[in-house]
């Protein structure tokens, strides 16, 4: 899936997010990871602190953006075809935002855009119901691991943080999918003022767990905003589908045998 896809706050809905937070519950995860022979026991950290980027790393969208868009479009008349959405969306959230921040506040402005853009539909019921959608975890889902990983590397001493271009939804989102008590910090560009590749957005997140760049890692699914931004910095980036595909090879590459 495109990157500019993945990071859209606005996706299909009707996703059975209950059980989707049943099955990360902590006790549940805790078991798990016991009959496993999980955990930090025996393992010391390579690096103290770990920044995730959201949209498109922890957070995957349920359904792509196309199908909800023509989904919840019908009732208003779009009968633009997948392909035709995809393509719209595409263009206008890679265009240039003449704003400072892309996000601003809810980020409404933003993907108003974004949706008529993609659709020819300027319906304001339309695209409230969109936007209403995306400020659900039902909307989206943790990669595979994600939560055991977040878990264990908290269990290690590991500091965590969410380092996000994002509106102000973000963290109501995290709260859903029961995540958000795991990060020491939450830095929201909306909220900060700053945007990935920002390098003030990086260090507001590492002031705030106590850690130097040198001693933490960023994963993030975008080259410029994640990796060149934190590079900058002299923040190590791995990047989310190329240099990690999966939170337990994270785990792993964090985690270094050896005593505590």
């Not at 500019?4 to 059975?16: F, G, T």
């Not at 400020?135 to 590991?158: E, I, M, N, Q, S």
Request: with cysteine; net charge positive; proline share 5%.
């Amino acid at each position: 899936m495109p990157a500019a896809v993945v990071r859209c706050p606005l996706l299909l809905r009707r996703h059975p997010a209950a059980a989707l937070r049943r099955s990360f519950s902590s006790s549940g995860m805790r078991s798990v990871r016991r009959a496993a022979g999980g955990g930090s026991q025996g393992r010391s950290p390579a690096y103290r602190g770990l920044l995730l980027d959201a949209g498109g790393t922890l957070l995957q969208l349920a359904q792509p953006v196309a199908e909800t868009y023509a989904t919840l479009g019908r009732p208003y008349g779009v009968m633009k075809s997948k392909e035709y959405i995809m393509q719209g969306f595409k263009r206008a959230f890679s265009a240039p935002w003449p704003k400072t921040l892309r996000y601003q506040g809810d980020g409404r402005p933003f993907w108003r855009i974004v949706v008529a853009e993609a659709t020819d539909c300027t319906n304001s019921d339309y695209f409230e119901e969109v936007y209403q959608y995306y400020a659900h975890g039902d909307a989206w889902r943790l990669p595979d691991g994600a939560y055991r990983t977040l878990r264990d590397l908290k269990d290690a001493g590991v500091k965590l943080a969410v380092v996000s271009n994002f509106d102000t939804r973000l963290r109501k989102l995290l709260k859903d999918l029961n995540v958000s008590n795991m990060f020491d910090a939450i830095v929201v560009s909306s909220e900060v003022g700053y945007e990935k590749p920002a390098p003030e957005i990086f260090k507001i997140a590492l002031e705030q767990i106590g850690v130097e760049a040198s001693n933490a890692v960023h994963v993030g699914d975008d080259e410029t905003a994640d990796k060149a931004g934190a590079n900058a910095i002299g923040l190590e980036c791995w990047l989310w589908g190329e240099d990690v595909k999966e939170f337990s090879e994270i785990q792993r590459r964090i985690v270094a045998k050896g005593s505590r």
